[in-house]
């Protein structure tokens, strides 16, 4: 665990220590941080660089994908040269020369409800970021943050409309002082695993800032969580990218909620 930074990780974290609320402590937790980010596309791939370039000092990245060239126009870590490349690997390789201070690693698998168990158990992330693209994975990672006891950081678009928000699972709501945090609903008390929402950006085309967008706020809600800023857990953010134009919803508790509750 890191206790002091050196000069160099002075100056090259000193715009966000100036923040008097990340100050050296907020930068030394980020620097002691280890989250997993599933899903290393377009989501993924840019929370992962936020996440490298702050300091966050172990980021496992998770994804059984290859780079394909209509990745390209909003996957921007990726180069024409990693088509057919696993996501996971290239992007671990490019974040780790680029950024010291953080151990990345690659783990090329799809989590599937067989695997997650023994992954989760190995890495002990404090936090996930969920960057999947379908509907499955995003409730079987609802599932996994509430019986891992994890803060998830979710984002999805797909075509002009966006959505984030932040999961606090009720069991760490004692554990962690966050004023105004309340219980509030997962994933799947809003989103029943029988919904009809199988369509994703590969279905339903996206343009590339619009992904960046949903990834930023995806990546500054975790940072802030890590740093010990508030965040406003139990909140479904919507954007529409033709209008740029944000809504929002309290994500409501289902008290039959079979992943919950
Ligand atoms: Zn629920």
């Not at 100050?23 to 490298?52: D, I, K, R």
């Amino acid at each position: 665990m890191k206790t002091s930074l050196n000069d160099h990780q002075y100056i090259l974290y000193s715009k966000q220590m100036l923040l008097a609320d990340v100050s050296e402590q907020g930068q030394l937790a980020l620097l002691n941080a280890n989250v997993a980010v599933v899903g290393v596309g377009g989501l993924g791939q840019l929370v992962a660089q936020y996440l490298a370039a702050a300091g966050v000092g172990q980021i496992h990245l998770i994804d059984d994908d290859k780079v394909a060239l209509s990745n390209l126009p909003r996957q921007l870590l990726f180069n024409p040269t990693d088509i057919e490349s696993n996501k996971a690997h290239v992007a671990a390789d490019k974040l780790q020369q680029r950024n010291r201070d953080s151990k990345i690693s690659a783990h090329s698998i799809r989590l599937t409800s067989d695997n997650y168990q023994l992954l989760f158990n190995t890495i002990s992330p404090q936090a996930i970021f969920d960057c999947s693209d379908n509907f499955a994975t995003r409730q079987l990672i609802n599932r996994i943050a509430v019986e891992q006891h994890l803060p998830l950081f979710s984002a999805a678009i797909s075509a002009d409309q966006g959505q984030w928000f932040a999961y606090l699972p009720e069991s760490m709501l004692t554990k962690i002082p966050r004023t105004n945090t309340r219980p509030h609903g997962c994933y799947h008390c809003v989103f029943p695993a029988d919904s009809l929402l199988s369509q994703n950006c590969s279905e339903m085309g996206v343009l590339g800032p619009a992904v960046g967008i949903m990834a930023s706020m995806q990546a500054l809600a975790g940072m802030n969580y890590i740093v010990g800023r508030h965040v406003e857990f139990g909140v479904l953010h919507r954007f529409d990218a033709k209008r740029l134009s944000w809504s929002k919803a309290t994500m409501a508790m289902d008290k039959h909620c079979c992943v919950c509750r």
